[in-house]
């Protein structure tokens, strides 16, 4: 019974051309990958400063097997919580111009957690989204039963009249990504901050595509807007540019405190491997001195923008590492991902539900890892689509 309802439901997918699968990597996701013993150029991966495979960090978490061994054992609040937990918390507090930060094991984990716990059964509270936001945010609203607005992406204008509708409301929690995931473009933080000041919000910023890729010492573009001071909650993931896994949340010594006692994501759940805080450690001391890395990563991407818009393609607002080209229909989206992956190129295609159906894309995710002669090719190979 259960089989043959899956079935249909599987079918009704595969009809719609939106069925999902897993690609088997045998080798380093970094910028070249081996998939069924064929190697290809991958312009998929967040690893944006090519820092997963570094000898530097493997050493770390050898040490730290050695010292920790590998599991987390248990929840944090039961024989979980280890000193390399809190140094790792520590650092990435210093790090965001925060009192206090909170590790979790996942980056759709910690938004989950966070918004769940701090706007539960709260009568009198309301949540203020980008309507593109990501979807471990919505995720995290639609858990915590608040009352949400949405407002249009990116447009202050249109955040200020939410504000203003929102107004009666105690707790106005107001999240928005800096860069945002599916199209590459900046939130503009420094009026996102104002407005939050003026209406009294909560503001709470994920940081998770531009912590390690902007701002003098990989802090993110909060840095780069002069807002840091200025943000409420700032959120980043362990598993992009630190090449490591999990989730952080940075904020206040009272914001840490709640945490540990009302998110049911960080309760009731084992504590995030010591291997994995040793790695992250490492990464965020390579991270800061990676200057040279992060200028390589943004002109490059600069560049590879310019020659796809020179070809016509569409790649919508981007300012960063992550290039959308909109490809259309899903037919058409997945036509482009065969024939380029036909060239040695991988670049899976993006479809619905995680965009609108009339923007499926290609999503190009660069790397510091990736070269003038990857960039070449990519260029050599599409232009034959057009």
């Keep these: 019974m259960l089989d043959d309802f899956l079935l249909k439901k599987l079918s009704e997918t595969e009809n719609a051309g939106l069925l999902r699968k897993l690609n088997t990597i045998q080798s380093n996701p970094a910028a070249r990958i081996e998939i069924n013993g064929r190697k290809f150029i991958n ?111 990116c447009d202050m204008d249109s955040l200020e009249k939410t504000l203003k509708r929102a107004h009666k409301y105690e707790i106005k929690l107001t999240i928005t990504e800096s860069v945002f995931s599916m199209d590459g473009d900046f939130a503009p933080l420094k009026d996102f901050a104002e407005l939050c000041l003026k209406y009294g919000a909560v503001s709470m910023v994920d940081e998770a595509h531009s912590t390690g890729v902007f701002g003098k010492e990989g802090k993110g573009l909060t840095e780069v807007f002069g807002v840091s001071d200025k943000i409420d909650i700032t959120v980043g993931t362990l598993s992009k540019a630190f090449a490591a896994q999990g989730g952080f949340v940075c904020g206040s010594r009272q914001l840490a405190n709640f945490l540990i006692n009302k998110s049911r994501a960080f309760i009731y759940t084992t504590a995030v491997s010591p291997v994995i805080c040793a790695a992250a450690l490492k990464s965020l001391e390579i991270l800061k001195r990676s200057a040279v890395e992060r200028a390589f990563l943004l002109k490059t991407a ?56 009339e923007r499926s894309r290609i999503r190009i995710s660069l790397t510091a890892g990736h070269t003038d002669r990857d960039i070449k090719k990519l260029i050599d190979s599409i232009s034959e689509i057009v």
């Design 43 to 153: 312009f998929s991966s967040n690893n944006y400063l090519a820092l997963a495979g570094n000898k530097e960090i493997n050493k770390a978490v050898a040490d730290a097997v050695e010292k920790y061994g590998f599991a987390g054992t248990s929840s944090r609040l039961v024989c979980g919580n280890l000193s390399i937990h809190e140094e790792l918390e520590a650092e990435l507090a210093v790090f965001k111009n925060k009192q206090a930060s909170l590790v979790f094991p996942s980056g759709y984990q910690t938004n989950v957690g966070i918004i769940s716990a701090l706007m539960a059964n709260e009568k009198n509270s309301c949540i203020i989204m980008d309507k593109l936001n990501h979807a471990s945010l919505w995720d995290g609203v639609k858990l915590s039963g608040s009352r949400v607005f949405a407002y249009e992406h």
């Design 302 to 357: 600069e560049c590879l923008k310019k020659k796809l818009n020179k070809l016509g393609f569409n790649t919508l607002n981007t300012q960063s590492q992550i290039i959308p080209v909109i490809t259309g229909s899903v037919e058409n989206t997945e036509k482009t991902s065969l024939y380029l992956r036909g060239k040695g190129i991988y670049i899976p295609a993006i479809k619905p539900p995680t965009v609108p159906k």
